[in-house]
């Protein structure tokens, strides 16, 4: 299905507005990225109301910040990776710093209280909670499962257009196609599994939580992200 995409940037967070048939927004930014939001949809013509669908692609205050506001003044419907629902919703608190990097160790060792500070968004529910393989039929999109960086990571993937909004998965920073934060992450294993994933599945474009977007070549840039890991752990 043929639509536009939008890049909405917050600092070196991205969001993205589909312009088609139906209108959509790929995540939120944090709650002080809600002006961008606005001017974002100014430009295009469009109003709050316009807004269709609301496509999450993990848990992240940076990326449901403006959720909860979003759905209450919009009407949309919004779509998240099932695992990660509970934290979106509230029912779960937000995963406490991983010991997979020492950035992450020593972000532990912090009072829970401050941690909580700058992560702090409202709670917001989720009308389809997706596991990977659903297709939204309205948008044209497919969903892929992430997990790794959450365990309901998920990408939203336009089979026609080879493109793909991907999230946190793989990074992007500098232009560079590279590893999500490590000490907001889960498993090193499922990241590997879930960008292999990515590289199979022939994406000339991505749209990545972070970075410069859209991210050309994709799957194949990503595919030699992988082959570069691969090798710094054998000869480690």
């Avoid at 909860?68 to 009407?75: I, P, Q, V, Y």
């Avoid at 912090?110 to 659903?134: F, I, N, W």
Wanted: proline share 7%; net charge neutral.
């Amino acid at each position: 299905m043929r639509f536009d995409v939008d890049v909405i940037r917050s600092g070196i967070v991205n969001a993205y507005l589909i312009r088609g048939r139906r209108i959509a927004l790929v995540d939120t930014l944090a709650p002080a990225g809600w002006g961008r939001l606005l001017k974002a949809l100014q430009r295009a013509g469009l109003s709050l109301g316009d807004i269709e669908f609301i496509l999450i692609t993990h848990h992240h205050f940076d990326h449901c910040g403006n959720l909860a506001r979003l759905k209450r003044l919009s009407g949309a419907v919004v779509v998240a990776g099932a695992a990660d629902v509970p934290v979106i919703e509230g029912s779960q608190p937000v995963p406490p710093p991983s010991d997979l990097n020492r950035v992450g160790r020593f972000l532990a060792k912090l009072p829970t209280r401050l941690l909580e500070s700058y992560q702090k968004c409202e709670c917001a529910g989720v009308d389809v909670p997706v596991h990977g393989g659903e297709a939204i039929e309205e948008l044209g999109l497919e969903v892929v499962a992430l997990p790794g960086h959450t365990p309901g990571g998920v990408a939203y993937y336009d089979p026609e257009g080879r493109r793909a909004f991907t999230g946190d998965l793989v990074s992007n920073y500098f232009g560079r196609p590279g590893m999500p934060t490590l000490s907001a992450s889960e498993s090193l294993a499922e990241i590997a599994a879930s960008q292999e994933a990515l590289a199979e599945l022939g994406l000339e474009t991505a749209f990545p939580g972070h970075g410069p977007a859209p991210m050309q070549g994709a799957s194949p840039a990503i595919g030699r992200l992988l082959e570069k890991r691969r090798g710094s752990a054998a000869a480690g």
